[in-house]
């Protein structure tokens, strides 16, 4: 089973304040201690929505709008995406996230990726041909 732990941001991170090397520190810890337990597949922090947009669809029509973004608890800061051998695993990784982040006030939310077979007869053969071809060509792309 995948899941993604989604970092929450709050006002440190929309400032674009970055991490000091204690927390560096801890959080490299924590990713070496996933990557070695065979958990870990990627984790990325990522920029504040000053520097983002959104694409928004109306009647098949695309809109722009630049960040900022005021809703604060509802962007992110960053994610790590995992692989455990059930939801309970997963939140016991999550227990362990620094605790020195954000001042020990962090806000962390775990989400199940969709594999598959979650999508039944409806993701016929030929699609998963299609699928595995994207996501082979995808991993390639990664550097």
Known sequence: MRF???RRADKDTEAGVL??????AAM?????????????????GLHPSSKGARVK????????????????KELIAGFTLIQVKSRAEALEW???????DAGGNVELELRQVFEDDDFGAEFTPE?????????EQAAKNIR
């Open 4 to 6: 993604m732990i989604i």
């Open 19 to 24: 991490p000091d090397e204690k927390l560096l």
């Open 28 to 44: 490299g810890a924590y990713n070496e201690e996933m990557v070695k337990a065979g958990v870990m597949l990627q984790g990325e």
């Open 57 to 72: 669809f109306t009647n098949g029509k695309p809109a722009i709008v630049d960040g900022p973004f005021t809703e604060t």
């Open 94 to 100: 999550l227990k362990r996230w620094p605790s020195m």
């Open 127 to 135: 699609l998963r041909e299609q699928e595995a071809r994207i996501r």
